[in-house]
């Protein structure tokens, strides 16, 4: 009985943490940026999601790569926050306010998407894309 008790209490924490580990998923993704100033905005947007985790965006690569909680976030939210803040990426295309309101460092030369955006898009708005 006590060695199947024991058994029990060794393989509970092994069991949680296989749990959690589960639910943490890590993607990388292509983000406009130029700056450690691009840097700090795009990691401090994937981050604004609490279910975030780790979140690094490589200045020569122009590659953010996030660990989050797949149960309560997905990619599609996080990149949208980046692009609110200004950095066009892979899924969405940054506001022309927001990307023109950033420093002149920051104003990276931005990817031809019109192909994959919507007819309907609003430049004024985040749009997604195709």
Same mark, same amino acid.
């Given at each position: 009985m006590y060695s199947i008790i024991k058994s029990g209490i060794l393989f509970l924490p092994t069991f949680l943490f296989s749990i959690v580990a589960a639910q943490t998923k890590t993607f990388t993704a292509r983000v406009e940026g130029n700056c450690k100033m691009c840097k700090q905005r795009i990691e401090t947007a994937a981050k604004a999601d609490k279910n975030v985790s780790t979140a690094d965006w490589s200045i020569s690569?122009? +590659?953010?790569?996030? /660990?989050? !909680?797949? /149960?309560?976030? !997905?990619?599609? +939210?996080?990149?949208?926050?980046? #692009? !609110? #803040?200004?950095?066009d990426n892979e899924m969405f295309r940054a506001s022309d306010t927001t990307y023109n309101g950033l420093e002149s460092c920051c104003q990276y030369d931005r990817p031809d998407n019109s192909q994959k955006m919507a007819q309907s898009c609003d430049p004024t708005q985040v749009c997604e894309l195709k």
């Open positions: 690569k122009k +590659t953010l790569t996030v /660990s989050y !909680d797949a /149960s309560k976030t !997905d990619k599609k +939210t996080i990149l949208k926050s980046v #692009a !609110d #803040a200004g950095h």
